[in-house]
Structures are given as C-alpha cells and as structure tokens.
C-alpha cells in the first residue's frame, strides 16, 4: 500500500483516517465473501430451497460506506490509500443526497454527495463509495462525524440479474419473511437504477445493519410498494406527509404556471437566481419550491443547480401529451371545489355545484379559458389510448376493404380520434361534441393532417350519428350517474349497426378492492362532477339495460380499461361480418 501525505490542517487530519479504517475493512469484507457464503451470514433464518432461489437471481455486488474527504484530491488518495482505484466516474448519488437531508433537516441541493464503485483487486465485486466532501471549517463538519459514529449509509448490496417486476416482488417477500425489514430506497436517474433498502434481521451475522437489492432501470410500481411498507412502520410520518398532500398539489400547480419546467433543461444545470429571473419570481422564494420539487422528484438539486427530471419533464409545455394543464385543472378549479368535500360526503351533493351554482360542464362552457383548458387537461392522458390502436375492433376496421368509421361521442378536442386516424390511415372519423369543442377539434385535426378524412357533429348525447362501425365512449360514463349512463347508452345502441362495436374507456374498480387510480377518481368524480367510478359488472348492468351486452374488457395504462360491448344477440367479434369487409 502507498503512503499518502497527509492534509496539513487539523481538522483533515484528525478525520481522514477514521475513513481509512472504514474504507480498509471494507475491502477486506468484499474480497473475502461470496453471495453463497454471505446470504446465511446476513439471513440466518433462510432454509436451503430459499438461499438457493436467491444465489440463482441475485449476486453479492458490493458492499458500502459513506466518507468525507476534504477534497477531489483528498477522496483519491483515500481510494488509493485503500488499495483501490481512484480514476473512475464520481456520479451524483440522489438516493443518499436525500436520505442525509431528510435525516438532518438540510437543503439538498447543499449536499453533493457523489458515489463510486472502484473494483476490489482479485473480485468481481466493487466497494460502493459515497463521498460528501467536507472542506476544513465547513458547517458539514458535524454531520460527517455523527454519520461517521453511526454509519447510516454502510450496507451490503444484491445485484438483481432479472429485473422482472414478479422476480422484484418475490425477492422482497422472501427478504421481509425472514426478518428484513423495507427501509427507504429510490431511483436515481444518473445511472437508471432502482434501490430498495431493507435492515437485517435481529441475529445477523454480517456485521451490517443494512441491506440493498439493487435493480438496473426504473421500476416504479415496485419501489411504491416497497415504500410504502417501509412508512407503514412509521405510521406518525406516514400521516403527516399524507396531511401535506395538498402542498404538494399547489407546489405542482405553481411550478406549472410559473412555466419553470420550461426554462429549466434535464442536462444543464440552472441556479436559483437565473430561473427567478426567468419566470419572475422572488429568489429565495423559488428556492423554497426547488427544494419541495426536488423532494418529490419533480426537479434534481447539485452543487451546480438544478435539473429537470424525467417527471417534472411531462410539466413542459412543449412535450407531446403535457400534463401541464392537469396540474393547472387539479391546483386550480378542482381544488376549489375539493375543498368542499365534505359537503359532497354528508350530503352525496355535488360540491362544485353547490360551489358555483351549476355542473362543471355549464361553468367552463361559459369561461372559454376554462372549457379550452378542461379539454386540454382531457387530452393529457391520451397516453393511455396508445394501446387503443391495436385493439382487434379497430384493427378490423382499419383493414376493412370499404373504409371503416369510428365514431368518437364527446370526444373533446380531438386527441383520441387523431391517434386513431393516424395509427389506420383506411379509417375515417366523425366527432360529436358540444359547439365550441367542435370547433377546437376541427383546427387540432385539421392540424394534424386529418380534416379530409373527419366529419363534425355539433350536438349532445341524443345526436349520437348512425352508421358508423366502431363508437367510442372514453371517460364518459363517469361522469353521470346510472340513469344518465342508461339514457347515453340507448343513444348509442339505437344508433349502432348489427354489426358495430361499442368501446367504453374508464377507470374500472378492482372487484377485489385492490389500490387504484380508480378509488381516487372514484371520490373525484363524486365531489367535483357527480358521477363515480364503477366495478366492470356495473358496467355490464348498465349495459343490459340499454339492450347492450358486454364481451371482453383489456387493460390500458394509467389503471384505465377499455370494455368491449356488442348489441345484444350479435355474434361475438370474429363471426360477425360487417358489410364490405
């Protein structure tokens, strides 16, 4: 091992080789241990079939310390001093960044905590090396000894070889039935992984209090679970980050206005003061809302500014399917009338009506800055009509010999119908919708090349066209209650062919109570529009009683789910024939 001078100053040199220890011990750990030897050591409790499902899905990869070098210089003299190699990429680490603001009520973006992993000589494992560096007289120097004295961030890491969403979840239940337990974990876009934390069970023989699945790429159902069973141990925070929710929807809401996702970039760093002169607001203020956002992950924060992520990315206003009006829809007019929830609860009336007077479809109809906006906010989720394209009734349409219609009833702005025209170029469109949403729909399509191939129907539910092949309902039904629905579906089925489609798209409740987005909108819908959510054989009541029947339903994103519905008595799709075809 080389010798390293030592830093002059008093402070450098009383600490630095507290982390040579650390670091030396370290090493030794990794080279001596091997994913078969160390999982009994780590899970006493594991019985052979289960420590060999382990060893076959996952590998020891390395084992980790948190230190503080005074400097870049200091850190590599550390490494080399280790034996280790002190020349590979320093990489942000949000992960810890966050987890050390958290613990000692600090701004990340004061917190440059970088991570490497230098290789350990004769191994094919590493040592995770995560580096806040501490400069002498730093304010720091306090929170690098308690985290020195306690080491937090030391832990031993299991490298998953499939990241298989199943795999993910029964490697977690096998880690929690043997006494680990979820503790904290998150995604770190600078290097597309996935952390889920967990602490060894009481009887560990490892000599480490913590362990990691590490998982290469972004998984997010995964780490919402693991997450939330880790809060669930802390039932006194989990409440109070739940009583905060509405900061963090006007947080969002405000960052939309403000437009700052549009003057930040997800490559370039941006300080404070540059964005508060850029949207106009007041710097330390911003300051504030940059460190809220970075907390939720909307932007990241580093030593040199701060970034835009992958979510806060959707918020642009210049990105295709923006969500930008949702949070403008969701911090605005919506959260008006939410506040009026308990209205709704103990009377079952509607609190936006009972707010301003009349159903949310008359207030925007008469404010075009609303209605342009509910329409825009419609069309932000059109990610979940993607799949739509390639759903069977559509492709049969499309490839029919004689030129297949759909027929889109309310169907805003446009959004939906377009994905369609464009995914088919053999089928046409008629769109009916209210007046001044006709007009909106025909310059969007128009726009988007397909004006030629659409015709426009200004009118209500009663107007609903004949002839058509395939009709669509997406997110409609929702917003009325069970007559209404009836009366829409009579319409519909009165002007359905023998031989057409109906394709309903809404957020279905699970039959098992299982979470949903469609429990929240469940309860949105019941406060801010008066209709509700419902279960899919709701639906298919609902359906009977308009002489419909329903004969399939396929998942879409976004929880939603597109039910598949025939006039009763026809043929199930593949033995009808429609004429032409």
Same mark, same amino acid.
């Given at each position: ?5 030592m830093?002059t ?51 020891f ?18 490494? =080399? ?24 009520? $600090? ?16 191994? =094919? ?40 969403p199943? /795999? ?5 239940? +096998? ?29 560990s ?8 699945l ?5 998984h ?17 925070e ?7 929710g ?12 403000? $437009?700052?996702p ?77 506040a009026?929830l ?19 479809? =008359? ?65 046409r ?39 058509g092949?395939?009709?669509? +309902? ?15 579906? $009579? ?16 957020? /279905?409740?699970?039959?098992d ?15 801010n ?18 002489? +419909? ?33």
């Open positions: 091992m080389t010798t390293t001078t830093p100053t008093t402070a450098a040199a009383t600490t630095y080789p507290t982390d040579l220890d650390r670091l030396t011990e370290t090493v030794a750990f990794v080279r001596e241990q091997d994913t078969a030897t160390l999982l009994p050591l780590l899970l006493p409790g594991l019985d052979a079939l289960e420590l060999r499902a382990l060893v076959e899905r996952c590998r990869s390395h084992a980790a310390l948190l230190v503080f070098p005074s400097s870049p210089e200091d850190l590599s003299a550390l490494l =080399d001093d280790g034996g280790l190699p002190s020349d590979g990429p320093a990489r942000p680490s949000v992960v810890v960044r966050d987890r050390l603001a958290t613990r000692h009520g $600090r701004d990340p973006s004061e917190l440059d905590v970088r991570i490497l992993r230098p290789r350990v000589a004769g191994s =094919d494992r590493t040592v995770e090396v995560f580096a806040l560096a501490v400069p002498p007289g730093s304010d720091l120097a306090g929170l690098a000894e308690h985290e020195r004295t306690r080491d937090h961030e030391a832990h031993l890491a299991l490298e998953v070889a499939q990241p298989d199943l /795999v993910l979840r029964g490697l977690c239940a +096998l880690l929690t039935r043997n006494g680990a337990t979820a503790d904290g974990g998150g995604y770190n876009p600078h290097e597309d992984g996935t952390v889920l934390y967990f602490t060894a069970p009481t009887g023989k490892a000599g480490y209090r913590r362990l990691e590490y998982v290469p790429g972004e997010p159902d995964v780490l919402d679970a693991h997450l939330a069973q880790y809060r669930a141990g802390r039932p006194a989990t409440l109070l980050r739940l009583l905060t509405a900061w963090t929807t006007q947080a969002l809401a405000v960052c939309a206005e403000l $437009r700052l549009d003057a930040l970039d997800t490559h370039t760093a941006f300080g404070a003061p540059a964005l508060a002169r850029a949207v106009g607001a007041d710097p330390d203020t911003l300051v504030s809302l940059l460190r809220y956002l970075a907390m939720l992950g909307v932007v990241s924060a580093d030593a040199d500014g701060y970034r835009l992520t992958e979510i806060g990315a959707l918020l642009r206003t210049d990105v295709p399917a923006s969500m930008r009006p949702l949070a403008l829809m969701y911090g605005g007019p919506f959260y008006e009338s939410f009026a308990g209205h709704t609860v103990r009377t079952g009336e509607v609190a936006f009506d009972h707010l301003h007077g009349e159903n949310h479809f =008359d207030h925007f109809a008469r404010d075009p800055r609303l209605a342009a906006l509910f329409d825009e906010s419609m069309a932000a989720s059109s990610r979940m009509f993607d799949p739509l394209s390639a759903h069977p009734v559509v492709m049969a349409a499309g490839r029919a010999a004689t030129p297949g219609t759909v027929v889109d009833v309310a169907g805003g702005n446009g959004e939906l119908l377009g994905r369609l025209l464009a995914a088919h170029p053999g089928l469109g008629v769109l009916l919708e209210r007046p001044h949403a006709v007009a909106a729909a025909r310059l969007s399509l128009a726009a988007a090349g397909h004006g030629d191939r659409c015709e426009y129907v200004a009118g209500d539910f009663a107007d609903v066209p004949a002839g092949d395939v009709y669509l +309902l997406s997110r409609i039904l929702h917003d009325w209650d069970d007559d209404r629905c009836r009366e829409i579906l $009579r319409h519909c089925a009165r002007a359905m062919p023998a031989h057409a489609d109906l394709l309903v798209v809404e957020r /279905v409740l699970p039959d109570g299982s979470p949903s987005l469609a429990t929240a909108w469940d309860l949105h819908m019941r406060c529009v008066g209709g509700r959510e419902r279960r899919a054989d709701h639906y298919a009541r609902l359906f009977a009683d308009a002489g +419909l029947t329903l004969v399939g339903t396929a998942p879409l994103p976004l929880d939603a789910t597109v039910l598949h519905v025939r006039r009763s008595g026809t043929p199930v799709p593949g033995q009808a024939v429609r004429p032409g075809a």
